[in-house]
């Protein structure tokens, strides 16, 4: 069936060290892909986005990656920092996109030890 | 604050009680979605509109979840005869239909079911 997942469910990094976060999606269809970060007891805030027509992504800190060919998607942050220790959520929108209606990953949680 | 604005953030009810929550997107805003997070899940979509219209609501958990937003600003989510299954967190998220995708999100509105 159609869903969006993670590969890790947790993960635990050094502060200024770099994360991956990984995630699969099985809907092949799929042309838009966010990253979010959602802190305890706060909704969820967008990191970065990218079509389908796209390999990689840059922001602040951030890189999104997007292989096509096997489904997969990650988001590298540069030197973590301790407010970066969230819950990470993939999404993905599926086919007929401009509805946007993001089907989410279970999360991983990213912890930043000092 | 200019963001998108959920009330109340908590409610706890007694089970078979009716409780209504309300979102204000942000301004101009066109498309706003309610999702809903259990613990340890990513957001799981319910409905969306645009402006007024509410243009899929299949999603929705039973006949007891209905939303309306009347004027095409604020919206609110009303769950009739709430169940201890209702417990969880609600979001809304809302976009200008012509941006590219992302959503911004709320802080949530979380329900406690006894």
């Known amino acids: 069936g159609e869903s969006v997942g993670l590969h890790l469910p947790t993960l635990s990094v050094q502060e200024g060290d770099n994360s991956i976060i990984n995630c699969a999606y099985s809907n092949s269809a799929s042309d838009y892909f966010i990253w979010y970060k959602q802190e305890s007891g706060k909704g969820p805030q967008f990191i970065i986005d990218i079509r389908s027509n796209m390999d990689k992504r840059q922001g602040q800190r951030v890189t999104v990656l997007l292989n096509k060919t096997v489904k997969h998607l990650s988001l590298q942050i540069a030197a973590t920092q301790p407010g970066d220790s969230a819950v990470y959520f993939c999404?993905?929108?599926?086919?007929?996109?401009?509805?946007?209606?993001?089907?989410f990953g279970k999360g991983t949680l990213l912890t930043v030890n000092p | 604050d200019t963001g998108v604005s959920q009330d109340p953030r908590h409610k706890i009810t007694k089970r078979g009680q009716n409780v209504t929550f309300r979102c204000d997107p942000i301004?101009?805003?066109?498309?706003l979605y309610w999702y809903r997070q259990t613990l340890g899940q990513g957001p799981e979509f319910l409905t969306y509109?645009?402006?007024?219209?509410?243009?899929?609501k299949s999603r929705l958990l039973s006949d007891r979840f209905s939303a309306e937003r009347p004027k095409g600003s604020f919206s609110t989510l009303e769950i009739q005869r709430t169940e201890q299954g209702d417990s969880a967190m609600y979001l809304c998220?809302?976009?200008?239909?012509?941006?590219?995708?992302?959503?911004?999100f709320g802080e949530g509105s979380r329900l406690t079911v006894l």
């Open positions: 999404a993905e929108n599926g086919p007929g996109g401009s509805n946007y209606k993001l089907t």
């Open positions: 509109f645009q402006n007024e219209a509410q243009l899929e």
């Open positions: 301004s101009e805003h066109n498309r």
């Open positions: 998220a809302s976009r200008v239909l012509q941006s590219a995708g992302e959503l911004f």
